[in-house]
C-alpha cells in the first residue's frame, strides 16, 4: 500500500487532463490473427484495417459497426491508404506479394492490380507527382514508379538503395519530391519530374545509420522530417538542408523514464498535429498500454506522456488513428479520440468520455485541443 502511494506521488496525473476510457472493443478475427495499420476514408464513413489474414475489413469509425471485407493478397499487406482524391471510396493496398491493388469500397471488390513482377515484394507506396499521376512503390532495394492513371509501369531506380525500401513518401506541398527510406540506413531525396532515372534525378542523401522503420513529415512547410529506426531510436532532420537537428539513441529510454508503467518496449508511429513543430511520439509496452510522449528535439528530450491509454489491449499495438480535434477528425465523433489495433486481433475505440472499466487512461486538454489541420500517418508492417 506504501509503495502504491509512493509511486502516485513520485509520477502525478498533470491537473490539465480528461480522463477517458475504452469506449468499444471488436474482435476482428479468432485466433491468433494480427490487427496491422488503421486508416479512414476522407469523409470518415468508414476505417480500413489490415489484417495478418492477408485481407482488410472496413468498419464505422463512429460505431464500430463491420461494414465488409476485401481479399485477393495471397501475402502480408504491409500497407493501406485511401490515397486518390478524385476516387475517395478507392482503398489501394500493397503486399509482400509484389502487388498493389486497388479495392472499390462500396462492394468490397478489386478494381485493379499493379504488379512488381516474380519474387518481388512491395513494402510501401505513395501516390504525388507533379500530375499527381504517379504511383511510387518501395521494393527489394528498388523504386519502382507506375502512371496509376493508364496501370503502365513507368520508371524504377535501383542504385540507391542496396536492401529493402520501408518507406517511399510524397513530400507534402511539394508533390514532385519522393523521399525513400531504407534498411540499409539511408534516406534519399528524389525529383521526380521528366524522365526519372537514377543518374538525374538523386537530389541528397542522408545516413541514419542504423535500419529505417518508418519516416514523416512536419513543421513549417513541412520541412523537418522525423526518422524511427528498428532499434528504437529518433532522428530529426532537415531535409531541404541535409542537416540533422537531433539524435535521440535512447528514445525508448527517455519515454520509460518519464511515466510510471511498465517499460516503453517500442515506438508506433510519430503524431504531428499540423502545424507549428510540436511533435508526440507515441510508444507502448508488450501489455498493450500506450502513451503519447512530446518529443522537444531542440533538446534532444522526450518529455512526461500528454495521453495514456490503458486496459484496452493484451498484447503489441501496431497502429493508432486519433479522430479527436488534434487530427481533423470528424466533428461528429461525439467525444471518440481515437481507434487502435493490435496482435491481440482486437479494435479497441477510445472515447473522452469518463469509463469506470478503464483507470489507467487520460488525455491532456493540451494534446486534443489542438490544430485540426493534421496529415494522416500510416503504419508499415514492420520486419
Not at 522525423?226 to 539524435?247: P, V
Not at 479520440?337 to 469506470?356: A, K, P, Q
Request: proline content about 3%.
Amino acid at each position: 500500500m506504501e509503495e502504491a502511494m509512493e509511486m502516485e506521488v513520485e509520477h502525478p496525473i498533470p491537473n490539465s487532463i480528461k480522463r477517458f476510457g475504452l469506449k468499444n472493443s471488436i474482435q476482428t478475427n479468432f485466433g491468433d490473427d494480427y490487427v496491422f495499420q488503421i486508416v479512414p476514408k476522407d469523409d470518415w464513413t468508414s476505417m480500413a484495417v489490415s489484417l495478418s489474414t492477408n485481407s482488410v475489413k472496413l468498419y464505422s469509425p463512429m460505431t464500430g459497426q463491420y461494414q465488409g471485407e476485401c481479399k485477393g493478397h495471397s501475402d502480408t499487406i504491409n500497407q493501406i491508404a485511401f490515397s486518390v482524391s478524385s476516387a475517395p471510396h478507392v482503398l489501394h493496398s500493397c503486399s509482400s506479394d509484389g502487388t498493389i491493388r486497388a479495392w472499390d469500397t462500396r462492394i468490397f471488390r478489386q478494381v485493379s492490380c499493379m504488379s512488381a513482377g516474380y519474387s518481388q515484394e512491395i513494402f510501401s507506396f505513395s501516390f504525388g507527382g507533379s500530375s499527381d499521376n504517379l504511383l511510387a512503390a518501395g521494393s527489394k532495394s528498388q523504386i519502382l514508379f507506375w502512371d496509376w492513371r493508364t496501370e503502365k509501369q513507368v520508371a524504377f531506380l535501383e542504385e540507391s538503395h542496396v536492401e529493402d525500401i520501408t518507406q517511399v513518401h510524397f513530400v507534402p506541398g511539394h508533390r514532385n519530391k519522393l523521399l525513400s527510406a531504407s534498411v540499409d540506413g539511408l534516406m534519399c531525396m528524389f525529383n521526380t519530374d521528366g524522365d526519372i532515372n537514377d543518374d538525374d534525378h538523386l537530389e541528397s542523401v542522408i545516413n541514419v545509420g542504423t535500419s529505417i522503420g518508418k519516416v514523416g513529415f512536419f513543421g513549417d512547410n513541412y520541412q523537418k522530417l522525423w526518422c524511427l529506426t528498428h532499434i528504437e531510436s529518433l532522428s530529426i532532420w532537415d531535409w531541404k538542408d541535409e542537416r540533422n537537428e537531433s539524435n535521440i539513441p535512447e528514445a525508448r529510454s527517455l519515454a520509460s523514464d518519464s511515466w510510471a508503467l511498465d517499460h516503453v518496449d517500442y515506438f508506433i508511429d510519430c503524431h504531428y498535429p499540423g502545424e507549428g513543430e510540436s511533435l508526440w511520439a507515441i510508444g507502448g509496452t508488450n501489455g498493450g498500454a500506450l502513451g503519447y510522449f512530446p518529443v522537444n528535439y531542440r533538446e534532444g528530450t522526450i518529455g512526461s506522456p500528454e495521453a495514456i491509454l490503458g486496459g484496452g489491449h493484451t498484447g503489441v499495438v501496431r497502429s493508432v488513428l486519433p479522430m479527436s480535434s488534434m487530427n481533423g477528425g470528424p466533428a461528429q465523433s461525439r467525444g471518440i479520440f481515437g481507434w487502435t489495433g493490435g496482435e491481440d486481433g482486437r479494435l479497441c475505440c477510445w472515447s473522452s468520455n469518463n469509463s469506470i472499466e478503464v483507470n489507467r487512461a487520460w488525455i491532456s486538454e493540451a494534446l486534443v485541443m489542438r490544430s485540426s489541420k493534421s496529415r494522416k500517418k500510416n503504419r508499415r508492417h514492420p520486419y
